[in-house]
Protein backbone atom coordinates (compact mmCIF):
# COMPACT_ATOMS: atom_id res chain seq x y z
CA UNK A 1 0.00 0.00 0.00
CA UNK A 2 1.29 3.62 -0.72
CA UNK A 3 1.77 5.66 2.69
CA UNK A 4 1.47 9.48 2.48
CA UNK A 5 4.16 11.94 2.86
CA UNK A 6 5.51 12.83 5.94
CA UNK A 7 4.01 9.71 7.51
CA UNK A 8 5.43 8.25 10.69
CA UNK A 9 4.76 5.33 12.65
CA UNK A 10 5.18 1.19 12.98
CA UNK A 11 4.39 -1.08 10.78
CA UNK A 12 3.83 -4.76 11.58
CA UNK A 13 6.52 -7.15 10.96
CA UNK A 14 6.15 -10.96 12.65
CA UNK A 15 4.88 -9.96 16.09
CA UNK A 16 6.55 -6.97 16.60
CA UNK A 17 6.63 -3.48 14.69
CA UNK A 18 9.36 -1.24 12.72
CA UNK A 19 9.26 2.68 13.55
CA UNK A 20 9.29 4.23 10.03
CA UNK A 21 9.51 8.21 9.02
CA UNK A 22 9.00 9.30 5.78
CA UNK A 23 9.63 12.83 4.08
CA UNK A 24 8.78 13.66 0.91
CA UNK A 25 5.54 12.07 -1.96
CA UNK A 26 6.88 8.59 -3.84
CA UNK A 27 5.59 8.13 -7.12
CA UNK A 28 6.24 11.05 -8.34
CA UNK A 29 9.11 10.30 -11.28
CA UNK A 30 12.08 9.61 -8.54
CA UNK A 31 12.96 6.62 -6.86
CA UNK A 32 12.47 6.45 -2.88
CA UNK A 33 15.54 7.07 -0.96
CA UNK A 34 15.58 4.32 1.91
CA UNK A 35 17.88 4.80 4.49
CA UNK A 36 19.81 2.21 6.49
CA UNK A 37 21.46 2.56 9.27
CA UNK A 38 24.38 1.50 11.24
CA UNK A 39 25.34 -0.72 14.46
CA UNK A 40 24.24 -2.90 14.05
CA UNK A 41 21.91 -1.92 17.15
CA UNK A 42 21.82 2.04 16.52
CA UNK A 43 18.82 4.21 15.25
CA UNK A 44 17.99 6.30 12.30
CA UNK A 45 18.59 9.63 14.09
CA UNK A 46 22.13 10.53 13.30
CA UNK A 47 21.41 10.14 9.77
CA UNK A 48 18.37 12.35 9.79
CA UNK A 49 20.12 14.95 7.88
CA UNK A 50 19.48 12.87 4.69
CA UNK A 51 15.77 13.87 5.04
CA UNK A 52 16.68 17.20 2.64
CA UNK A 53 17.41 14.87 -0.16
CA UNK A 54 13.28 15.42 -0.91
CA UNK A 55 14.22 19.11 -1.26
CA UNK A 56 16.00 18.03 -4.65
CA UNK A 57 12.64 15.94 -5.45
CA UNK A 58 13.39 12.35 -4.05
CA UNK A 59 11.39 11.27 -0.95
CA UNK A 60 13.18 9.58 1.96
CA UNK A 61 12.58 6.59 4.32
CA UNK A 62 14.04 6.41 7.58
CA UNK A 63 13.23 3.60 9.97
CA UNK A 64 14.87 1.93 13.31
CA UNK A 65 15.90 -1.42 12.88
CA UNK A 66 13.81 -3.90 15.50
CA UNK A 67 15.43 -4.08 18.89
CA UNK A 68 16.10 -0.04 19.01
CA UNK A 69 14.61 3.22 18.67
CA UNK A 70 11.16 3.42 18.19
CA UNK A 71 10.96 -0.22 17.32
CA UNK A 72 10.59 -3.10 19.53
CA UNK A 73 12.88 -3.96 21.91
CA UNK A 74 13.59 -7.45 22.78
CA UNK A 75 16.08 -7.24 25.56
CA UNK A 76 15.64 -10.52 26.61
CA UNK A 77 15.80 -12.19 22.75
CA UNK A 78 19.21 -15.10 22.56
CA UNK A 79 21.63 -14.50 20.30
CA UNK A 80 20.52 -16.85 17.38
CA UNK A 81 17.49 -14.31 17.28
CA UNK A 82 19.56 -11.68 16.25
CA UNK A 83 20.97 -12.56 12.87
CA UNK A 84 21.22 -11.05 9.25
CA UNK A 85 18.48 -12.71 7.66
CA UNK A 86 16.40 -11.18 10.33
CA UNK A 87 17.47 -7.86 9.19
CA UNK A 88 16.97 -8.82 5.65
CA UNK A 89 13.22 -9.93 6.13
CA UNK A 90 12.74 -6.45 7.60
CA UNK A 91 13.99 -4.65 5.26
CA UNK A 92 11.89 -6.40 2.80
CA UNK A 93 8.92 -5.97 4.97
CA UNK A 94 9.16 -2.33 5.04
CA UNK A 95 9.53 -1.79 1.29
CA UNK A 96 6.77 -3.55 0.53
CA UNK A 97 4.43 -1.92 3.32
CA UNK A 98 5.05 1.41 2.35
CA UNK A 99 4.75 0.88 -1.13
CA UNK A 100 8.35 1.33 -2.57
CA UNK A 101 9.48 -1.88 -3.20
CA UNK A 102 9.02 -1.22 -7.35
CA UNK A 103 11.17 1.85 -7.59
CA UNK A 104 14.20 2.58 -4.68
CA UNK A 105 17.29 3.48 -3.78
CA UNK A 106 19.31 2.11 -0.76
CA UNK A 107 21.50 4.10 1.45
CA UNK A 108 23.16 2.55 4.10
CA UNK A 109 26.13 3.49 6.52
CA UNK A 110 28.57 1.45 8.38
CA UNK A 111 26.80 -1.97 9.35
CA UNK A 112 24.10 -1.22 6.91
CA UNK A 113 25.71 -0.58 4.00
CA UNK A 114 26.61 -3.90 4.57
CA UNK A 115 22.94 -5.36 5.20
CA UNK A 116 22.33 -2.96 1.56
CA UNK A 117 24.90 -4.52 -0.34
CA UNK A 118 23.93 -8.23 0.61
CA UNK A 119 20.03 -6.99 0.00
CA UNK A 120 20.85 -5.84 -3.77
CA UNK A 121 22.92 -9.25 -4.36
CA UNK A 122 20.13 -10.98 -4.26
CA UNK A 123 18.17 -8.72 -7.01
CA UNK A 124 15.35 -7.26 -6.28
CA UNK A 125 13.31 -5.89 -9.37
CA UNK A 126 12.75 -2.83 -7.81
CA UNK A 127 16.32 -1.46 -6.69
CA UNK A 128 17.86 1.19 -8.73
CA UNK A 129 21.10 2.04 -7.23
CA UNK A 130 22.61 1.63 -4.11
CA UNK A 131 24.86 3.74 -1.84
CA UNK A 132 27.25 1.90 0.83
CA UNK A 133 29.09 4.60 3.00
CA UNK A 134 31.94 3.60 5.79
CA UNK A 135 31.22 -0.16 5.40
CA UNK A 136 33.76 -2.75 5.62
CA UNK A 137 32.93 -5.44 3.19
CA UNK A 138 33.90 -8.31 5.97
CA UNK A 139 33.91 -8.29 9.27
CA UNK A 140 37.34 -10.25 9.42
CA UNK A 141 38.90 -7.72 7.47
CA UNK A 142 37.66 -4.97 9.95
CA UNK A 143 39.04 -6.94 12.89
CA UNK A 144 42.27 -7.32 11.19
CA UNK A 145 42.21 -3.49 10.27
CA UNK A 146 41.70 -2.50 14.09
CA UNK A 147 44.66 -4.46 14.72
CA UNK A 148 46.59 -1.49 12.79
CA UNK A 149 44.44 1.50 13.82
CA UNK A 150 44.76 0.38 17.67
CA UNK A 151 48.26 0.10 17.65
CA UNK A 152 48.55 3.27 16.44
CA UNK A 153 46.90 4.83 19.12
CA UNK A 154 48.28 7.57 21.71
CA UNK A 155 50.98 5.32 24.30
CA UNK A 156 48.97 3.74 26.71
CA UNK A 157 45.64 3.78 24.87
CA UNK A 158 45.65 0.44 23.41
CA UNK A 159 47.34 -1.33 26.56
CA UNK A 160 44.69 0.12 28.56
CA UNK A 161 41.83 -0.88 26.57
CA UNK A 162 43.41 -4.51 26.35
CA UNK A 163 43.63 -4.65 29.91
CA UNK A 164 39.90 -3.70 29.92
CA UNK A 165 38.51 -6.40 27.57
CA UNK A 166 40.63 -9.11 29.20
CA UNK A 167 39.36 -8.87 32.45
CA UNK A 168 35.62 -7.88 31.07
CA UNK A 169 35.70 -4.59 32.71
CA UNK A 170 34.61 -2.65 29.34
CA UNK A 171 31.87 -0.99 30.96
CA UNK A 172 34.09 1.06 33.44
CA UNK A 173 34.49 5.05 33.22
CA UNK A 174 38.60 4.12 31.96
CA UNK A 175 37.43 1.82 29.37
CA UNK A 176 35.08 4.41 28.07
CA UNK A 177 37.63 6.70 27.66
CA UNK A 178 40.12 5.31 26.23
CA UNK A 179 37.03 4.13 23.79
CA UNK A 180 36.80 7.87 23.18
CA UNK A 181 40.67 8.48 22.14
CA UNK A 182 39.45 5.53 19.29
CA UNK A 183 36.27 7.10 18.68
CA UNK A 184 37.48 10.93 17.98
CA UNK A 185 40.16 9.84 15.55
CA UNK A 186 38.27 6.94 13.58
CA UNK A 187 34.38 8.07 14.25
CA UNK A 188 33.47 11.16 14.33
CA UNK A 189 36.25 14.08 14.12
CA UNK A 190 33.94 16.70 14.86
CA UNK A 191 32.22 17.69 17.73
CA UNK A 192 29.17 15.56 17.90
CA UNK A 193 25.86 17.18 16.66
CA UNK A 194 22.85 16.29 18.77
CA UNK A 195 21.60 13.71 16.13
CA UNK A 196 24.82 11.77 16.20
CA UNK A 197 24.63 12.07 20.58
CA UNK A 198 20.79 10.90 19.81
CA UNK A 199 21.49 7.56 18.17
CA UNK A 200 24.74 7.16 20.93
CA UNK A 201 22.10 7.27 23.82
CA UNK A 202 19.60 5.15 22.29
CA UNK A 203 22.43 2.52 21.69
CA UNK A 204 23.71 3.02 25.63
CA UNK A 205 20.54 2.32 26.88
CA UNK A 206 19.91 -0.90 25.10
CA UNK A 207 22.52 -2.12 23.75
CA UNK A 208 21.39 -5.71 23.43
CA UNK A 209 21.42 -5.69 19.21
CA UNK A 210 25.34 -4.54 19.66
CA UNK A 211 26.42 -5.85 22.27
CA UNK A 212 24.89 -9.84 20.78
CA UNK A 213 26.05 -8.96 17.38
CA UNK A 214 29.38 -6.60 17.88
CA UNK A 215 30.75 -6.68 21.18
CA UNK A 216 31.60 -3.50 23.28
CA UNK A 217 33.36 -1.28 20.93
CA UNK A 218 33.84 -0.52 17.68
CA UNK A 219 37.16 -2.20 17.70
CA UNK A 220 36.61 -5.26 20.00
CA UNK A 221 33.96 -7.33 17.48
CA UNK A 222 33.77 -10.23 19.34
CA UNK A 223 29.99 -10.91 18.59
CA UNK A 224 28.10 -13.17 15.92
CA UNK A 225 28.69 -10.90 13.17
CA UNK A 226 32.90 -11.48 13.57
CA UNK A 227 33.61 -13.67 10.75
CA UNK A 228 30.70 -12.51 8.59
CA UNK A 229 31.42 -11.28 4.96
CA UNK A 230 29.44 -9.73 2.02
CA UNK A 231 32.63 -10.36 -0.72
CA UNK A 232 31.43 -13.43 -2.26
CA UNK A 233 27.90 -11.84 -3.36
CA UNK A 234 29.44 -8.82 -4.20
CA UNK A 235 29.66 -9.87 -8.15
CA UNK A 236 25.74 -10.50 -8.14
CA UNK A 237 25.23 -6.46 -7.52
CA UNK A 238 23.34 -5.45 -10.61
CA UNK A 239 22.15 -1.59 -10.08
CA UNK A 240 25.11 1.23 -10.14
CA UNK A 241 26.77 1.58 -6.58
CA UNK A 242 28.35 4.36 -5.08
CA UNK A 243 30.93 3.89 -2.40
CA UNK A 244 31.89 6.18 0.09
CA UNK A 245 34.13 6.27 3.12
CA UNK A 246 36.52 8.66 4.89
CA UNK A 247 40.60 9.42 4.82
CA UNK A 248 40.85 8.85 8.30
CA UNK A 249 37.54 6.29 8.74
CA UNK A 250 37.75 3.40 10.84
CA UNK A 251 36.66 1.99 8.16
CA UNK A 252 40.24 1.89 6.08
CA UNK A 253 40.96 1.24 2.49
CA UNK A 254 41.73 -2.24 2.87
CA UNK A 255 38.28 -3.15 4.29
CA UNK A 256 36.55 -0.58 1.45
CA UNK A 257 38.47 -2.19 -1.76
CA UNK A 258 36.44 -5.42 -2.23
CA UNK A 259 33.33 -3.23 -3.15
CA UNK A 260 35.40 -1.10 -5.54
CA UNK A 261 36.57 -4.54 -6.90
CA UNK A 262 33.94 -6.96 -7.22
CA UNK A 263 31.02 -4.94 -7.76
CA UNK A 264 30.49 -4.70 -11.49
CA UNK A 265 29.33 -1.50 -11.31
CA UNK A 266 30.64 1.00 -9.18
CA UNK A 267 32.52 4.16 -7.88
CA UNK A 268 35.03 4.81 -4.76
CA UNK A 269 34.71 8.58 -3.64
CA UNK A 270 36.96 8.92 -0.39
CA UNK A 271 36.26 12.12 1.64
CA UNK A 272 39.36 13.78 2.94
CA UNK A 273 38.31 15.51 5.92
CA UNK A 274 36.65 12.38 7.01
CA UNK A 275 36.71 9.63 9.26
CA UNK A 276 33.01 7.30 9.78
CA UNK A 277 30.65 9.86 9.62
CA UNK A 278 30.91 12.23 6.32
CA UNK A 279 27.39 12.73 6.64
CA UNK A 280 28.41 15.18 9.75
CA UNK A 281 32.43 15.97 9.22
CA UNK A 282 31.92 17.36 5.60
CA UNK A 283 28.09 17.47 4.95
CA UNK A 284 28.03 19.60 2.02
CA UNK A 285 30.26 17.43 0.07
CA UNK A 286 28.59 14.46 1.02
CA UNK A 287 25.26 15.97 -0.44
CA UNK A 288 26.94 16.78 -3.34
CA UNK A 289 28.24 13.62 -4.02
CA UNK A 290 24.70 11.53 -2.79
CA UNK A 291 22.52 14.19 -5.20
CA UNK A 292 25.24 13.61 -7.95
CA UNK A 293 24.83 9.88 -8.09
CA UNK A 294 20.91 10.10 -7.70
CA UNK A 295 20.96 12.35 -10.77
CA UNK A 296 23.13 10.20 -12.77
CA UNK A 297 20.30 7.22 -12.00
CA UNK A 298 17.81 9.47 -13.57
CA UNK A 299 19.88 9.41 -16.57
CA UNK A 300 19.94 5.80 -16.73
CA UNK A 301 16.13 5.78 -16.90
CA UNK A 302 15.84 8.08 -19.44
CA UNK A 303 18.08 6.13 -21.82
CA UNK A 304 16.41 3.10 -20.74
Not at 204 to 214: G, Q, R, S
Request: hydrophobic residues 40%; aromatic residues 8%; proline residues 8%.
Amino acid sequence: MAVAAGAKGRIPFREYRTWYRLTGTPGRGRPTVVVVHGGPGSTHDYLIGLSSLSDDGWPVVHYDQLGNGGSTHLPDAGADFWTVGLFLEELDNLLRHLGVADDYVLVGQSWGGMLAARHAADRPAGLRGLVIANSPASYPLWRQEMEVLRAALPPGVDATLRAHEAAGTTHTEEYTEAVKVFNDRHVCRVQPPPAYVASVMETANDPTVYHTMNGPSEFHVVGTLKDWSVEDRLPDIAVPTLVLSGRHDEATPATVRPFRERIPDVRWEILEESSHMPHLEEPELFHAMLLDFLKSLDGRRCDG
